[in-house]
Structure formats: structure tokens, C-alpha cells
């Protein structure tokens, strides 16, 4: 052998050729970090949308929206997303590049909040409709940027701790949420006291729109990081849907949509129970959201455990039984202790449905599907959405003011906790009818029959204080 060939050339520096353990340490850092920076951008996102788009509702009612408004502002941007995150899986082939996708839509999204504020001193009387169409622009370059990121975030996730560390993220969401409702609670509440309203929101409008820059930020810096991403497999969402996608996801994918449609019929209503019928403060209402928001942070760990334990079809089946009766609560009671009791164990509940929701998706996928397929998930939520919206805002005009059985009468505030009762009774016909029809699609060891009961947060904490130990109990 010629030896000489490969000798290096005289004041020039051998080039180091990288071992395989040093190329594993890169990767491992270079995932290390996006973590790092993917817990960051929950950060961001949290407090835009706990100061932001939160209290959408709330500023619609300062435009003297209408009920039926309320319920389109609630459905149709998010029915926007519908070919918005399609369309961006399309766009992404002829762009290649991320990056370029997440900064265009995260900073078009932020100045969408310009708009917004001028509409109290441009045309009040128009505001309710110009602020749906702000929201459509605004939830649109949301949606452009969902899938890609997604799929982005998953990479850097192992399988066999993608549950604990989609539980560390939600945890900071949850906590950033519960300062930024607090804190923007107190500001527009201010602003209701000093009969300047528009200031209030003008200021934590203002927040969210940095907020979103710096979720942006973030964004780019997990794309550069990251490998770059994978080509989808050649054939559109029709063939991904009927061949590729098995008959577990296609049903989970049902299940999905119709849970969303079930509660869209009460959810954007509740503000209006609250401020309009209640006569809640703003910072009454930002108290009840917190309530929600805080039981998440307390729970997500625990249900994050469980799903990567168990998985997420277990979660799913026992968050998916126990939220039909959560709306229910509404009808008992208007005092405001006990509705934030109802809202923090809805929060319980919540926690580890959305978490198992998510979960199940990335888990049923390959890595080549996987942002066609969670756009083809978040598209059918959207349907569910924007349906259940704006049938919740048909029913609340049906629903009557009050129920009468012989000599016992029911009169509520108003007809919406009739219309929080139906929603619940219809998340139970769906959990019972669809839970059953599809599998999980992990290979995960099925716990003994009663065992989860055991692992539920609160129960398993309380349980480990007890003098006894209970066997059912896992460590």
C-alpha cells in the first residue's frame, strides 16, 4: 500500500473523522437541548394564550358581541385550520427548510394583535365581526405552523420517555397559564375600575404578542438543531387516510372529533354564564381558569407516568369516562367556591385526556407520516370544533330558561347550564360507544383489573401516606 497517498501534506492539519460514540454525544446534546428550548417555547405559548387568546371572549363582550357572535368567534378561526395545516405539510415540500415555515407563521400570528387592539377606537359598531376576522388571520398562521413543529418536538422525545417529557412541557404551560390568567385578570380589572377597559387589554394583548415572538424564537432554534426533516411519504392525505393509516387510528381519529364536538357545545359559553348571568369581576373569572390551570400542573406528572406505563389508550379511558360529568356540576350549585372546585377537578380530568389525545397520535405514526398525520388529527378536532361551536350557539336559543318535574323547579341564572348539561350527556354516549374500538398501538404490559384505579394523582399520593400498603400500588 502507498503510504504516501494518504499522508497529509505538509502544513496542513489532519482532518479528525468523528467516532461513532462522539457523534452519538452531538446528537444526544444537540436533543438536550431542543428539549431545553421546546419547554421554553411551552413557556411563551402559555403566556400568550393565558393573556391573550384566553380572554378573547371577554374583549368580544367589551365589543358588545352577541351570543351567536361569540359562538362564531369560537368556531370559525379555528375551522380555518382545516386547510390551513394541510396546506403548510403541502408548502413544506417546495420550502425544505422548517425554519422558514415556523418564523413567517409565529411572526405573522404576533401581529395579528395589532388589528385587534385598534378595533375599540376604529369601529365599535362592526367590532364583534372584525375581531372574527382578526381571529381567523390569527389562528390560521397558528395552524400553519402546528404540524411542522409538532413533528419537530417528537424527534426529540425517546418513545419510552415521550410521555414523561410532553407531561415536563404541559406542567410549564400550566404553570406559565396560571401566572399570565393572574397576572392579566388583575390588569383588566384595574382597567374595569378606572372605566378603562381598553387600556387593560391593550396591555396584556401587547404581552402576548411578545410572548408569541419569542414562542418563535424558540422555534428556530429546535430547527436548526434538529436533523433535517424528513420528506413525507409521496402519497396525499386521501391514500394516508385509507391505506396507510390502520383501522385502530382512523377510529381513535372518529373518537377524537366527536369528543370535540361534544364539548365545543358548552365551551365557549361559560364565559357568558360567568361574566353576563354570574356577574363575575375579571378577576373572578381569571380565578376559575387558574383553578383549572393549577389542578394540570399538580397532575400532569402522575398522568404522564401512567401513560408511558400503561398507555395512552388506559389514559384515555379513564379521564374519557370521568369528563361527560364535569359541565354537569353547573347545574347545582352558582356559588363561586363550588364552581372552582368543579373547575379544578376538571382540571385534574383534563390534564390527562388532552396528554393521552396527544400521546396516541405520536405514538401511532411513523416518522415519515407523522406531520401529515397530526394534521389530518388536528384537522378533525378543528371540524369537531367549529361544528360543536356553532351548534352550541344554535341549542343555547332552543334551551329553555327553566325545567319544571311536577312540584320541583329548576331555575338557573340562565338556559346555558341546560346546555352544559347536554354536552355532558353526549361526551358520555361517545365514551361508552367508541372507547372500545380501537387498541393501543404500543406494546404495553395490561395492569391487573383495578390496579390504575390505584395510580390516579391524589389517590396514589394519599394512598403512600397511609400506614398500610396497598399491593396494588406500583412504586
Known amino acids: 500500500m502507498n503510504h504516501s497517498a494518504t499522508a497529509p501534506l505538509p502544513h496542513s492539519s489532519p482532518e479528525k473523522i468523528p467516532l461513532a460514540n462522539e457523534l452519538e454525544t452531538s446528537e444526544g446534546e444537540a436533543k438536550a ?35 351567536f357572535q361569540i359562538a362564531i368567534l369560537s368556531a370559525l ?20 427548510v422548517p425554519s ?34 382578526c381571529a381567523m388571520l390569527y389562528f390560521g398562521f397558528g395552524h400553519v405552523t402546528t ?20 407531561a415536563r412541557r404541559a406542567r410549564t404551560t400550566a404553570l406559565t397559564s396560571f401566572l399570565a390568567l393572574g397576572l392579566a385578570g388583575a390588569i383588566l380589572t384595574l ?54 393509516a390502520n383501522r385502530d387510528f382512523r377510529r381513535f381519529l372518529l373518537f377524537s372529533g366527536l369528543m370535540h364536538f361534544a364539548v365545543l357545545l358548552s365551551g365557549p359559553f361559560f364565559v357568558l354564564y360567568l361574566l353576563r348571568d354570574l356577574h363575575w369581576s375579571y378577576l373572578q373569572y381569571a380565578g376559575w381558569m387558574a383553578s383549572s390551570i393549577s389542578a394540570q400542573f399538580l397532575t400532569l406528572r402522575p398522568w404522564g407516568r401512567i401513560g408511558d406505563r400503561y398507555g395512552n389508550k388506559a389514559l384515555l379511558t379513564l379521564t374519557a369516562s370521568a369528563v361527560p360529568f364535569l359541565p354537569m356540576g353547573y347545574l347545582l350549585s352558582e356559588q363561586y367556591l363550588f364552581l372552582l372546585v368543579v373547575n379544578f377537578f376538571g382540571g385534574v380530568i383534563w390534564a390527562g385526556l388532552s396528554l393521552g389525545l396527544q400521546n396516541y397520535v405520536f405514538d401511532s405514526l411513523r416518522a415519515e407520516e407523522r ?25 343555547a336559543t332552543l334551551m329553555p330558561a327553566e325545567l319544571s318535574l311536577g312540584s320541583w323547579h329548576l331555575t338557573p341564572a340562565s338556559n346555558l347550564p341546560f346546555l352544559f348539561c347536554l354536552s355532558g350527556g353526549l361526551r358520555l354516549v361517545i365514551a361508552m360507544s367508541l372507547l372500545r374500538t380501537f387498541a393501543e398501538p404500543r406494546s404495553i404490559v395490561s395492569p391487573p383489573p383495578g390496579h390504575l384505579v390505584w395510580e390516579l394523582p391524589f389517590l396514589k399520593s394519599l394512598t403512600a401516606l397511609l400506614p398500610w400498603k396497598n399491593p396494588r400500588v406500583a412504586p
Open 147 to 166: 404540524p411542522i413543529w409538532n413533528s419537530l418536538l417528537v424527534d426529540v422525545a425517546e418513545a419510552e420517555s415521550r410521555g414523561a417529557y410532553f
Open 371 to 395: 406531520t401529515r398525520g397530526v394534521a389530518l388529527a388536528n384537522a378533525m378536532n378543528t371540524v369537531g370544533w367549529g361544528l360543536g361551536a356553532l351548534t352550541g350557539g344554535w341549542l
Open 100 to 133: 422558514r415555515l415556523l418564523i413567517a407563521g409565529g411572526r405573522a400570528q404576533a401581529f395579528c394583535w395589532l388589528p385587534i387592539l385598534s378595533l375599540p377606537l376604529l369601529a365599535l359598531d362592526q367590532g364583534p365581526w372584525l375581531l372574527i376576522g
Open 191 to 244: 382597567g374595569q375600575r378606572w372605566e378603562m377597559s381598553w387600556i387593560g387589554f391593550l396591555v396584556i394583548f401587547l404581552g402576548a404578542a411578545a410572548a408569541r415572538m419569542g414562542a418563535t424564537t424558540c422555534q428556530a432554534h429546535v430547527s436548526r438543531l434538529m436533523p433535517a426533516h424528513r420528506l413525507e411519504a409521496p402519497h396525499g392525505f386521501r391514500h394516508f387516510l385509507t391505506k396507510a
Open 33 to 67: 437541548r431542543s428539549q431545553q428550548y421546546g419547554v421554553r417555547d411551552a413557556a411563551c405559548q402559555a403566556a400568550a394564550q393565558g393573556g391573550g387568546e384566553n380572554y378573547f371572549s371577554a374583549f368580544a363582550l367589551l365589543l358588545h358581541a352577541s351570543p
Open 77 to 96: 378561526p379555528q375551522l380555518i385550520g382545516v386547510g390551513a395545516q394541510p396546506a403548510s405539510v403541502k408548502l413544506l415540500q417546495y420550502l425544505r
